[in-house]
Each structure stands twice: as C-alpha cells, then as structure tokens.
T-cell receptor, first 113, second 114 residues
Framework: NAGVMQNPRHLVRRRGQEARLRCSPMKGHSHVYWYRQLPEEGLKFMVY????????ESGMPKERFSAEFPKEGPSILRIQQVVRGDSAAYFC???????????FGAGTRLSVL | TQLLEQSPQFLSIQEGENLTVYCNSS?????LQWYRQEPGEGPVLLVTVVTGGEVKKLKRLTFQFGDARKDSSLHITAAQPGDTGLYLCAGERIGSSNTGKLIFGQGTTLQVKP
C-alpha cells in the first residue's frame, strides 16, 4: 500500500527555467494539498485540489505558479520562470475526504541556481 | 504574523530529561495535529486532538488540547536520542470551510544528546 509519492526528490533549475513537481496521492485518495517549506520554517499551505478541480488556491503566488490534478495521472505543481526565492521543499499531502487526516509525501527539494 | 506560535524553536537536552513544547494561538481550531519530521523527509502524523481539554498519550509522549481549543502542548518524558527531530503543530481554523487547509507552526527542533 504505497504512500504519497513525490518526484523528483531533488530538482535543480537555473533562473528562468520551469519546474514541474509531481505528486501521486495514496490509493483511493482524491484530495491533494501542496505546501511549501522554507529553511528553518514550518509548512505554508499553497493549494488544495480535488480531481480536476482547484478548491482553494489562497496560498499560491499570483504569478508563475499553477497546479492541476487531472482525472488521470498525478497532481502537478508548475513553477514558471523560477527565481532563487523559489528554492524550498515542496510537500504534497493527500486525504480520503475533505478535512480528513493528511498523509505527506517525502517532498521535492527545489534548488534554483 | 504567525497564527500558530511554537515554543521553544530550538531545544537541546540530555538523554533522560523531560521537555514540553507549546503551540499557541489567538484563534480557535477545530482540531490540532502534531507531526514529526526527519531531515529530508515529509512530516509524519503523531496525533490529532479534537476536543477541548483532551489528553492523548503515545508511549512517552503526552499531548494536550487546551480547553478553549486555542493551544496545545507536547510533553516528552525521559527523552531519548531517537526523539531527535523537528516537531510541528498544525491545525484547521474554525470557519475555514472544512477544506482541510492546515496552518503550521514554525516548528521546534529537538536535539537529544546521549
């Protein structure tokens, strides 16, 4: 029974490139959450999605960031034209229902050179 | 402003000592969770507290939810080096439409020396 799978685990990008982070939720989970963690800080909510729908994107920066959770396949967090300040660990969590326990993946550590 | 304030932020103690980590807010939460995070890994859920005044025990760890559901504490008895890690409290605020959007504290880094 695989947990939440995120890939890649580490991603290095140069300024101006695009970063695509993938998250496969636990089997049977249709609710996905993305969080960002800066060094020495707690996690900050970014976006909450259900299959094919964005439910709450109140934590997403208005520009360059987008997220999707298609009917088939993993959830994708996309960062266009990355800047150094985007360097962080990005975590995905999934839950069975809205407000249920969230299970976290191991994260993707993005480094922008 | 940090909606959930954790204290202390850093704690270094000797094996066998007791410690308490606090998580405070001026907001009311429908529930609070405590997570532990190892370096390079994601947070792992330790416990969820839901009812005001609730106390839960997990071996040497005792979790308490304040009566007003605005604060929580984690107490570790006889700490061991294996307890070393980042401890995070998180919760969903009352009135947040029950979307599961979690607010996290900034974390407490615990180091237990043998």
């Amino acid at each position: 029974n695989a947990g939440v799978m995120q890939n890649p685990r580490h991603l290095v990008r140069r300024r101006g490139q695009e970063a695509r982070l993938r998250c496969s939720p636990m089997k049977g989970h249709s609710h996905v959450y993305w969080y960002r963690q800066l060094p020495e800080e707690g996690l900050k909510f970014m976006v909450y999605l259900q299959k094919e729908n964005i439910i709450d994107e109140s934590g997403m920066p208005k520009e360059r960031f987008s997220a999707e959770f298609p009917k088939e396949g993993p959830s994708i967090l996309r960062i266009q034209q990355v800047v150094r300040g985007d360097s962080a660990a990005y975590f995905c969590a999934s839950s069975l229902t809205s407000g249920d326990i969230q299970y976290f993946g191991a994260g993707t550590r993005l480094s922008v050179l | 402003t940090q909606l959930l304030e954790q204290s202390p932020q850093f704690l270094s103690i000797q094996e066998g000592e007791n410690l308490t980590v606090y998580c405070n807010s001026s907001s009311v939460f429908s529930s609070l969770q405590w997570y532990r995070q190892e370096p390079g890994e994601g947070p792992v859920l330790l416990v969820t507290v839901v009812t005001g005044g609730e106390v839960k025990k997990l071996k040497r760890l005792t979790f308490q939810f304040g009566d007003a559901r605005k604060d929580s504490s984690l107490h570790i008895t006889a700490a061991q080096p294996g307890d070393t890690g980042l401890y995070l409290c998180a919760g969903e605020r009352i009135g947040s439409s029950n979307t599961g959007k979690l607010i996290f504290g900034q974390g407490t880094t615990l180091q237990v020396k043998p």
